[in-house]
């Protein structure tokens, strides 16, 4: 016990192993009577205990072998004597006493562990919590660098989607433009035509229209009295009837003053 090196908490395990009588000799049943005896069930700890314990056994066997028969003669009586104080100041203790010291002893040495333990598990859990914000940290630097991503994708297809109706709008702007400028020309040649004696389209479709009620008449009607009228003034009567059907379906759709709607026909003024 007196030995440099040895820490309080076992010092005080010793002291309280010399408390007792019958202690075992052999490893295994040494830890089981700490298990039992000493409530002591850290491992580290009883083999610690071992090894002080046996040390100190095997020395004291050692010391005793070498002796000379005088020698040990002589020691005899006094280690008698030792013993014999011992036993009379254990017997001085009454059993309760020696109960409450061991009691306080165990509480000390539990504290003790349980001091160890807490720091041990307080490093655990700052060491766990500094992994888990380390991997939050690099789960959001993946999150940040995905929307990132994501967004420069986006930016770029919208740049191509754009792109594409720009190609897409020009031929429907040239179309419409193409088709604006064939209908004013269709247009000026009715009106050459109405001078010159041949069908004007427009100016018919337009003036049968006035005639009807809410200047609007069902299509079919109208078209047979376009068409009628284009077979009196109109000299090219080489054209056949779904040609001039066409040309019908295409002045009535096409000029903003005619607007179609449910197989009607209303003038726009």
Do not use: C
């Not at 004291?60 to 004597?81: N, Q």
């Not at 939050?136 to 420069?152: G, M, N, P, T, V």
């Amino acid at each position: 016990m007196n030995k440099p090196g040895i820490t309080p908490n076992l010092k005080n395990i010793l002291n309280q192993i010399s408390t007792y009588d019958n202690i075992p000799r052999k490893k295994s049943k040494f830890q089981n009577w700490m298990k039992n005896s000493l409530k002591i069930h850290n491992q580290a700890l009883q083999e610690q205990v071992w090894e002080i314990f046996s040390e100190a056994t095997s020395t004291t066997k050692e010391a005793a072998s070498k002796e000379t028969p005088k020698a040990a003669h002589t020691a005899a009586p006094e280690e008698t004597s030792q013993s014999s104080e011992t036993m009379e100041e254990m017997k001085k203790k009454s059993k309760r006493e020696r109960k409450e010291e061991r009691k306080k002893k165990n509480k000390k040495e539990k504290k003790e562990l349980n001091s160890e333990e807490h720091t041990e598990y307080e490093t655990k859990k700052k060491s766990k919590k500094r992994k888990m914000e380390e991997e939050i940290q690099e789960s959001d630097d993946e999150d940040r660098a995905e929307k990132k991503k994501k967004k420069k994708k986006k930016h770029e297809n919208d740049e191509e989607v754009e792109e594409s109706r720009t190609q897409k709008r020009k031929p429907e702007e040239s179309q419409e433009q193409e088709d604006v400028e064939n209908d004013e020309e269709e247009e000026n040649d009715e009106d050459n035509s109405a001078n010159k004696g041949k069908f004007n389209w427009k100016g018919t479709i337009t003036a049968l229209l006035k005639q009807a009620p809410d200047n609007e008449l069902p299509i079919k009607k109208l078209r047979k009295k376009v068409v009628a009228q284009y077979y009196i003034v109109s000299s090219a009567q080489h054209k056949s009837e779904e040609d001039v059907f066409a040309t019908f379906n295409k002045k009535i759709h096409r000029n903003p003053k005619f607007r179609v709607l449910k197989e009607r026909v209303k003038l726009i003024k």
